[in-house]
């Protein structure tokens, strides 16, 4: 027996936390019974639906693996019922159905992990494994020394404790600063809560870097594959 979350990760149909909010939603059926949040299934002999579709485990199925330079405006999630744009509208290249790692929300751009490899998502995705990212952050103002070495501290926001790894100053220009923020955690908007916490104001954020992977001249809306070598340091990561 296994987890329904997981088995629809093993699948390559979906993320583990993509898979619960289904379950949640009334979209999966086990043998024709509405399925649970925490419920088991025996890949041999149950029959798994989602959205009326069967989700099987295929074997032969290679997990595929892609970069994507998200821009402003797109969510990331396969659909959205308030009718925004989501990254999959993005894909046309790519045939088959991957979902993303993580999150970055609307208003952010920049570095994003698309695959069917549950596993690894997990792995990226879990606060326990720590992946550091990189992001550079354009403030709408300029932020003094003081204020960096906040930005950098413990600060609790709506009982959350968060807490950036670093926080660098890049560049102060004409009432705006350009700085460099790197996170483990990655938790809902942690950056702008963050630096908001501080009265800072964020003006555009954009992830570089997962890891040692980074986005490099990879342009705005574009997606390419991984290359091998960045999906073996990916599987390598602890």
Same mark, same amino acid.
């Given at each position: 027996? %296994?987890?329904?979350? /997981?088995?629809?990760? *093993?699948?390559?149909?979906?993320?583990?936390?993509?898979?619960?909010?289904?379950?949640?939603?009334?979209? =999966?059926?086990?043998?024709?019974?509405?399925?649970?949040?925490?419920?088991?299934?025996?890949?041999?002999?149950?029959?798994?639906?989602?959205?009326? *579709?069967?989700? #099987?485990?295929?074997?032969? &199925?290679?997990?595929?693996?892609?970069?994507?330079? /998200?821009? #402003?405006?797109?969510?990331?999630?396969?659909?959205?019922? +308030?009718? #925004? +744009?989501?990254?999959?509208?993005?894909?046309?290249?790519?045939?088959?159905?991957?979902?993303?790692?993580?999150?970055?929300?609307?208003?952010?751009?920049?570095?994003?992990?698309?695959?069917?490899?549950?596993?690894?998502?997990? &792995?990226?995705?879990?606060?326990?494994?720590?992946? +550091?990212?990189?992001?550079?952050?354009?403030?709408?103002?300029?932020?003094?020394?003081?204020?960096?070495?906040?930005?950098?501290?413990?600060?609790?926001?709506?009982?959350?404790?968060?807490?950036?790894?670093?926080? @660098?100053?890049?560049?102060?220009?004409?009432?705006?600063?350009?700085?460099? =923020?790197?996170?483990?955690?990655?938790?809902?908007?942690?950056?702008?809560? %963050?630096? @908001?916490?501080?009265?800072?104001?964020?003006?555009?954020?954009? #992830?570089?870097?997962?890891?040692?992977? *980074?986005?490099?001249?990879?342009?705005?809306?574009?997606?390419?594959?991984?290359?091998?070598?960045? %999906?073996?340091?990916? /599987?390598?990561? /602890?």
């Amino acid at each position: 027996m %296994i987890r329904l979350q /997981k088995y629809f990760s *093993e699948c390559g149909a979906m993320s583990r936390r993509a898979a619960e909010t289904a379950i949640a939603d009334g979209r =999966v059926t086990v043998n024709g019974e509405t399925a649970v949040i925490g419920q088991s299934v025996d890949p041999e002999r149950d029959t798994v639906l989602l959205d009326g *579709e069967p989700v #099987r485990r295929d074997p032969r &199925k290679k997990p595929s693996y892609y970069m994507l330079n /998200k821009p #402003r405006g797109y969510i990331t999630s396969l659909s959205d019922e +308030k009718g #925004r +744009k989501c990254v999959t509208e993005l894909l046309s290249g790519v045939s088959e159905r991957v979902y993303p790692v993580g999150r970055l929300d609307y208003n952010s751009e920049g570095l994003l992990i698309l695959t069917n490899d549950g596993e690894l998502t997990n &792995k990226l995705t879990h606060p326990s494994h720590g992946v +550091k990212k990189t992001y550079v952050v354009i403030a709408d103002s300029v932020v003094s020394d003081e204020q960096i070495v906040r930005l950098g501290e413990p600060v609790t926001v709506d009982g959350e404790r968060m807490q950036a790894d670093s926080v @660098e100053l890049i560049s102060v220009g004409d009432k705006r600063s350009v700085l460099r =923020v790197v996170l483990s955690e990655g938790k809902n908007r942690e950056i702008r809560r %963050i630096f @908001e916490a501080n009265g800072v104001t964020v003006r555009r954020l954009k #992830r570089v870097a997962l890891g040692r992977l *980074e986005l490099g001249d990879l342009k705005k809306g574009e997606v390419r594959p991984l290359e091998k070598e960045e %999906i073996a340091y990916l /599987k390598r990561l /602890k």
